[in-house]
C-alpha cells in the first residue's frame, strides 16, 4: 500500500510548486491576451520546465523564448518546435548546433552584429537551414542591441541578403523600466521607448524591409516574453499584478534560540540577487541568508524545533536554476516530481 506524501515527509531544502497557484497564473495571462493583436510568448529562463511550457502553448501561447542556446535544446527535445533564442549566439561551435537545431524546427535569435550575421548565414547554409533573425534594438538596457535605425536598417539589409537566414523583424527589451515603483516614470519611459522602435520600424519598412515581429514586452509589440507571471516572487509581488505566489522553498527549522530560528536553506538554495526571502505566512519575519543556513528573526517565539517552513523567493528565476527538481502540491498533497532540465544549460 503505497502512502501518500505531504509536505511534512518531503526532504529539505526542497523546491515547492502549488499547482492550484501555477495553474491560476497561466489561465490569467492566456484571458489577458485573448483578442489581442500582441501574442505571449513566455520565457523557458523563469522555470526551466518543458512541463511548464506544454502548459503554456496549451493555454494559447504562439512558442516560447529563452536565454541560452542549451535551453534551445531543451526545448526542442522536448517536442517544442518554435522557439526564440532571445539573445547573441556567437561561438563557431554553438552557431553549428543552432544550424543544426533549425533543420527540424523553426528557431529565431538576435544580432547585432555584422560578422555574427555573416557566420550565421555560412552555418545554415551547410546545414540546409533557415535561421530566422531579429535585428536587437537597445531600448536602455545598455547590454546588447544596436544603438540607431541607421544601423538597424543595415543589420536588417545584410540579413535579407544572406543565404539561409529569414529577416523576422526587431527584438526591444525595456527590462530597465519593469521594477520602477513610480508607474508615471513607467509610462513615460515606455513611450520613449515606442516612439523610438516605432521610428526604427518606420524606417525599415519605408525601405521595403517589412517588420514581421515586434519582440519584447509592450504595446506595439507583436509578441510579449513574459517569464516570472506563472512563479512570481517578493519583487514582482510589489507591481501588484494579478498573479498568484505559486513557488515556495520548503525549510526545515533545524535550532531555535532567543528570538530567532535558523534553518538548514541558505543562498546556496534560495538566491538573494533581488533581496532576502520572505516566510510564507509570517510577513513580519525577516530573513538573513548565509550559504547554508537561513536565520529568521522571531521575536514571539512562534517557530519551533524541526517545523518545516516556506520562503517565498526575493527572484524566482535564479532560484530554480539552484535546483533539480520540483516538488509539485496540491491541496498539502504531493503530485507529482518534475526534473528541472532547463537548469545550468547556460552555454
Same mark, same amino acid.
Given at each position: ?32 491576451? &485573448?483578442?489581442?493583436?500582441? +501574442? ?8 526551466? *520546465? ?11 501561447? &504562439? ?7 542549451? /535551453?534551445? /535544446?531543451?526545448?526542442?527535445? *522536448? ?5 526564440? @533564442? ?19 524546427? +523553426? ?9 555574427? @550575421? *555573416?557566420? %550565421? ?43 539561409? %537566414? ?10 530597465? %523600466? ?15 521607448? /515606442? ?5 526604427? &520600424?518606420?524606417?525599415?519598412? /519605408? ?34 499584478? =494579478? ?16 528570538? +530567532? ?9 534560495? *538566491? ?22 537561513? @536565520?529568521?528573526?522571531? =521575536? ?11 520562503? @517565498? ?29 532547463? +537548469?545550468?544549460?547556460?552555454?
Amino acid at each position: 500500500m503505497s502512502t501518500v506524501e505531504t509536505i511534512d515527509s518531503i526532504e529539505t531544502p526542497a523546491l515547492l510548486v502549488d499547482m492550484d497557484a501555477l495553474e491560476w497564473n497561466i489561465r490569467v495571462m492566456a484571458d489577458f491576451m &485573448k483578442g489581442r493583436r500582441v +501574442r505571449l510568448r513566455p520565457h523557458f529562463k523563469t522555470h526551466k *520546465s518543458p512541463a511548464i511550457c506544454h502548459r503554456q502553448l496549451a493555454a494559447g501561447a &504562439k512558442g516560447i523564448c529563452c536565454a541560452k542556446l542549451g /535551453e534551445a /535544446e531543451v526545448l526542442l527535445t *522536448s517536442g517544442i518546435s518554435d522557439v526564440l @533564442i532571445a539573445n547573441q549566439v556567437i561561438d563557431p561551435a554553438k552557431i553549428a548546433r543552432l544550424a543544426g537545431l533549425a533543420r527540424g524546427a +523553426r528557431v529565431t535569435v538576435c544580432a547585432d552584429n555584422e560578422r555574427n @550575421i *555573416s557566420d %550565421l548565414s555560412a552555418a545554415a547554409s551547410r546545414a540546409g537551414a533557415t535561421v530566422y533573425v531579429l535585428v536587437e534594438v537597445d531600448v536602455g538596457m545598455n547590454r546588447c542591441g544596436v544603438k540607431t535605425a541607421e544601423e538597424a536598417l543595415s543589420l536588417a539589409r545584410r540579413i535579407t541578403g544572406s543565404p539561409g %537566414l529569414s529577416f523576422e523583424g526587431i527584438q526591444a527589451y525595456e527590462g530597465h %523600466l519593469v521594477q520602477l515603483p513610480e508607474i508615471e516614470k513607467r509610462r513615460a519611459g515606455v513611450r520613449e521607448m /515606442e516612439a523610438t522602435i516605432g521610428g526604427v &520600424k518606420a524606417l525599415l519598412e /519605408e525601405k521595403g524591409l517589412p517588420v514581421k515581429e515586434i519582440s519584447g514586452d509592450n504595446t506595439i509589440w507583436t509578441e510579449i516574453q513574459a517569464g516570472s507571471y506563472v512563479f512570481m516572487d517578493t519583487s514582482y509581488d510589489e507591481m501588484g499584478l =494579478p498573479f498568484r505566489e505559486s513557488l515556495s522553498l520548503l525549510a526545515t527549522v533545524i535550532h531555535t534560540h532567543a528570538g +530567532r530560528a535558523v534553518t538548514d536553506a541558505g543562498m546556496k538554495v534560495c *538566491s538573494t540577487d533581488h533581496g532576502q526571502p520572505s516566510v510564507k505566512g509570517h510577513p513580519g519575519m525577516e530573513v538573513r541568508t548565509n550559504e547554508e543556513h537561513g @536565520i529568521v528573526a522571531d =521575536p514571539a517565539g512562534e517557530l519551533r524545533y524541526a517545523q518545516k517552513i516556506e520562503y @517565498i523567493p526575493s527572484h524566482c528565476c535564479t532560484t530554480v536554476n539552484l535546483h533539480d527538481r520540483y516538488y509539485c502540491m496540491r491541496n498539502g498533497l504531493l503530485e507529482a516530481v518534475w526534473p528541472i532540465p532547463g +537548469r545550468g544549460r547556460s552555454q
